[in-house]
């Protein structure tokens, strides 16, 4: 886990909190450090300090997410107080999850814990997991992976994963925004319907640049389903 922080402080607070539930922790305070430890592949999560008036935290957001080999590490962001404006904006650049501070460590404690692998309860190095074969992609479910035809990886954040493992476990079926969000995020977390669309779109665009085609169909006013080109 990376904390990219100029808030000395608030850092050693945070790692506290991380190493007494069981993570590591490291820390960066530029961009090109950040994205460095993330491409090396040592690193589950990135925490972003969003202060006011520093650019810091999507610009590390806006690198991180166009890397071809760290695209798919979830970013968290914790928000400063009156900085809520900044929300849509962070989820735009890419940020999984964000959190307004001060906020009760158990609350982000049970996201992280729902995204790291090794707080999962499942064994990553299963090889006998479920498969969902859908239209040229296949979804490892207990791997947490998914791969083209070819046999090619393609990035998911954890979040976008759950979307779309649970939209092609039926194809043609139409879920609500509200059946998505109990797919996808942890049942203590409060997520707006439009946050959502914000991360559908994501996913849309990612499928389309890996795939050419546009497997997810929006239905106005009832949610997205998942449908192979005919």
Request: hydrophobic content about 40%; charged content about 25%.
């Amino acid at each position: 886990m990376l904390i990219c922080s100029h808030d000395v402080e608030f850092c050693l607070m945070l790692q506290h909190i991380f190493k007494t539930d069981g993570f590591e922790t490291g820390m960066a305070e530029t961009v090109e450090e950040a994205v460095q430890r993330v491409e090396s592949g040592d690193v589950s999560v990135v925490i972003l300090d969003c202060q006011p008036g520093s650019s810091l935290a999507r610009a590390i957001c806006t690198q991180i997410k166009s890397s071809k080999t760290a695209g798919g590490v979830p970013i968290v962001a914790f928000v400063m107080p009156g900085c809520g404006n900044r929300y849509l904006e962070l989820l735009k650049a890419g940020v999984d999850q964000a959190f307004a501070r001060p906020i009760a460590p158990e609350l982000y404690l049970a996201y992280l814990r729902s995204i790291v692998p090794s707080h999962q309860g499942e064994k990553s190095e299963r090889e006998d997991g479920d498969i969902i074969s859908f239209g040229k992609i296949k979804i490892l479910i207990h791997k947490y992976r998914v791969k083209r035809g070819d046999g090619r990886d393609i990035h998911l954040s954890p979040i976008e994963f759950r979307l779309l493992r649970k939209m092609s476990s039926l194809p043609g079926q139409v879920f609500s925004r509200e059946e998505l969000i109990r797919a996808a995020w942890p049942g203590n977390i409060f997520v707006e319907l439009r946050t959502v669309d914000v991360h559908i779109g994501r996913l849309r665009r990612l499928l389309v640049q890996e795939l050419g085609t546009d497997l997810i169909r929006t239905v106005r006013s009832a949610g997205y389903a998942m449908e192979v080109a005919a």
